[in-house]
């Protein structure tokens, strides 16, 4: 039998979006500070190539396990990064921080569908994402951000370094993965869920 995947929509947010080049040099993560989020993944690979950028800062927006925070404030601690990678609460309007914000960084170990992608894309931020299971494969690619192998912190390091260093190739992709988060807005997905039924019935 044919398997149909209908994913879930975004809104059509109708935000002024910031130009690339005038956003904040700023990495942004976002998502309950759990164990499966990543976070330490991510300051890990962040620590590798810090001091080449020192302009540049780390957000990490959420919801903490208070255990999994007490790790992650400690290994920041212990990476000496204190000043370069900051734990933030939960907000609402993340999307005005991804707007202002040149990189969203994914580096869950497991992911379903994460709609914060393709919010991110929505608004012109740069998406870097290990390749976990299952969700970031099915929105982005290489032409529309960077898809890293699953775990590999160097190559997610040098993602990061080269979305920093070769910004004309990065507005590139953003530009791409703005016109790829139209294809997740509702009228096109009503229209998935019309073939869908006409298709089966």
């Not at 976070?39 to 999994?68: C, M, Q």
């Not at 976990?132 to 190559?155: A, D, K, M, Q, S």
């Not at 992709?173 to 006409?198: G, P, Q, V």
């Amino acid at each position: 039998t044919k398997k149909n995947v209908i994913p879930n929509p975004i809104e059509n947010y109708n935000l002024s979006t910031i130009e690339y080049l005038n956003k904040k040099n700023r990495i942004v993560s976002a998502g309950r500070i759990v164990n499966v989020k990543g976070f330490e993944r991510l300051i890990k690979a962040w620590k590798i190539i810090h001091t080449e950028f020192p302009d540049w800062s780390v957000e990490i927006y959420g919801e903490p396990d208070e255990n999994v925070l007490n790790e992650i404030n400690q290994l920041i601690t212990e990476l000496e990064l204190k000043n370069r990678v900051f734990i933030k609460a939960a907000i609402p309007n993340i999307l005005e921080i991804l707007n202002d914000s040149k990189i969203y960084a994914m580096t869950s170990h497991f992911e379903c569908f994460p709609m914060v992608l393709l919010e991110a894309m929505s608004v012109g931020a740069l998406v870097v994402a290990f390749d976990c299971p299952t969700g970031p494969r099915n929105i982005i690619n290489n032409e529309c951000g960077y898809l890293v192998e699953n775990g590999n912190l160097e190559l997610f390091s040098e993602s990061l370094k080269a979305a920093i260093t070769n910004e004309k190739f990065s507005d590139l992709l953003t530009s791409n993965a703005n016109k790829r988060s139209k294809d997740f807005l509702l009228d096109k997905i009503i229209d998935k869920w019309k073939t869908f039924f006409s298709e089966t019935h």
